[in-house]
């Protein structure tokens, strides 16, 4: 008779593992809807909120796993909780992997290019560059000498990009376009990191902006990341900015590169 009560608490309390994993399931992916939700309604342009904006696919994955924990149990609330986590992620993210060319209107490829100033980038600019040497445009940030140098060398980019201007800085400052159209003006700004440069286009003057503002820090707690400061950063979005909104006063064609090092989901990308 004991032996019989003991298999069925057993019993009871392997029934048991399962529920508890679905309930947490559920209860973390309530929790990643809810935090999505304050991202969306009441984005943070500092502090530990911010830090989630920018680290949020890696939060969202976290969920994902999770959905199926949520259905072990096969209830309606987790039925509910991961259909409704796969239209909010698909609402989230969809729309901004998708992009088309305007219909009848001349294609201009442009790419960019962050060399990351270090060891070996030099190596690392002609096989960026090259490998996107179809494009018409080719934006560079965190250009050094040394790769400056070796993209002017380098004689199938002369045939194909004859026109350039690059402006290296022995930091991360520096930056430069390349060019299949002739570069009619250009200057460089290393506060905040940025180049203007005027090409001429066959049928009209294109303003191009390669643009890189210094990341935003990361404050840690024993090494674990707890907020994000972007002040700074800001700042000089702000400034580039009001440059390319006096080009659209004056009604020139604008074309912004580089890497604004923040994300789409931040204030102050939708800002800038």
Not at 66 to 80: K, M
Not at 121 to 131: C, F, I, S, T, Y
Not at 229 to 249: C, K, M, V
């Amino acid at each position: 008779m004991v032996n019989q009560m003991d298999r069925a608490s057993q019993l009871e309390a392997s029934a048991a593992v399962p529920s508890r994993m679905s309930k947490g399931g559920v209860a973390w992916i309530v929790f990643v809807l809810l935090l999505l939700g304050v991202h969306v309604l009441v984005p943070q342009r500092s502090g530990f909120l911010a830090l989630t904006e920018v680290l949020e696919p890696y939060v969202v994955v976290t969920a994902l796993i999770a959905a199926p924990l949520a259905l072990i149990d096969r209830n309606r609330a987790g039925s509910v909780v991961v259909a409704l986590l796969v239209v909010v992620v698909l609402g989230r993210y969809v729309p901004g992997c998708t992009s088309l060319p305007a219909s009848g209107v001349p294609r201009l490829t442009v790419a960019t290019w962050n060399i990351f100033a270090g060891p070996n980038d030099h190596k690392r600019a002609v096989a960026g560059v090259l490998a996107a040497n179809t494009a018409d445009l080719i934006a560079l940030v965190e250009l050094r000498p040394g790769a400056a140098n070796a993209l002017a060398a380098e004689p199938e980019l002369l045939e194909h990009l004859p026109y350039r201007f690059l402006a290296p800085q022995p930091g991360i400052t520096g930056a430069g376009l390349m060019s299949r159209f002739p570069i009619q003006g250009d200057w460089l700004s290393t506060d905040p990191p940025f180049l203007r440069a005027e090409v001429a286009l066959p049928d009209q003057t294109l303003v191009v902006y390669v643009v890189h503002p210094l990341s935003a820090g990361i404050s840690s707690l024993s090494r674990i990341p707890r907020s994000l400061e972007t002040g700074a950063r800001d700042a000089a979005l702000r400034t580039i900015r009001a440059f390319i909104d006096t080009d659209i006063a004056a009604g020139r064609s604008i074309i912004v590169a580089g890497d604004l090092n923040t994300t789409e989901r931040e204030p102050a990308y939708v800002d800038f």
